[in-house]
DNA sequence: CGTGAGCGC
């Protein structure tokens, strides 16, 4: 792969202190910036969940279809399920979507090989997806286990008939 | 609305 790698231009050569503003400056350091206090109600919905073997992908292209996701994401590991939701009523992807991987650490590289890549043109944001709430199914008992945002592994998917339908 | 944040049947 081309490694683009960046070369040191970032390197700044401002070696010389000008005269007295850049130490006086450093002591009076104004913020211009508005230092946020602690916000007492924006901890109930944290952006990254805790991780997991399934990947919520969002930023996805309207073109970008099932396969699609699953073939860049295949690229990092095994992906178990693929899926872009779409609307039911008019059939169109919603913009976002679900990858499943095999394991944690497939998951992990899935995250870090596209998190922030390109994919039809546009930037993709790949993090942990929250479980699920309990689908409606056949759920015998009312020992329903809430797995919550634990360790909840052992989770077993039902064998679901899965149809692709190859539309171009 | 296929208009771009977000969490799925």
Same mark, same amino acid.
């Given at each position: ?54 990947? !919520? @992908? ?8 099932? %396969? =699609? ?5 295949? *690229? /990092? ?20 979507? !679900? @990858? ?8 992990? %590289? =899935? ?5 922030? *890549? /390109? ?50």
């Amino acid at each position: 792969m081309a490694m683009a790698m960046r070369t040191a231009a970032s390197r700044v050569a401002a070696a010389g202190p000008c005269g007295l503003r850049g130490l006086f400056s450093t002591l009076t350091s104004t913020s211009p910036f508005i230092p946020p206090p602690s916000n007492q109600a924006d901890n109930n919905r944290p952006p990254p969940a805790e991780p997991s073997d399934n990947l !919520f @992908v969002s930023g996805l292209s309207k073109r970008t279809t099932t %396969e =699609g996701l699953r073939e860049a994401f295949a *690229k /990092f590991g095994e992906v178990v399920d693929a899926r872009v939701v779409t609307d039911r009523t008019s059939g169109y992807s919603k913009g976002f979507g !679900f @990858v499943r991987y095999a394991t944690l650490e497939d998951a992990a %590289e =899935g995250i870090k090989g596209m998190d922030g *890549k /390109f994919l039809d043109g546009w930037v993709i944001f790949a993090e942990y997806a929250r479980p699920r709430q309990p689908l409606p199914g056949n759920n015998a008992g009312p020992s329903s286990y809430q797995p919550g945002y634990g360790s909840s592994y052992g989770r077993r998917s039902p064998p679901l008939l899965l149809l692709l339908l190859v539309h171009y």
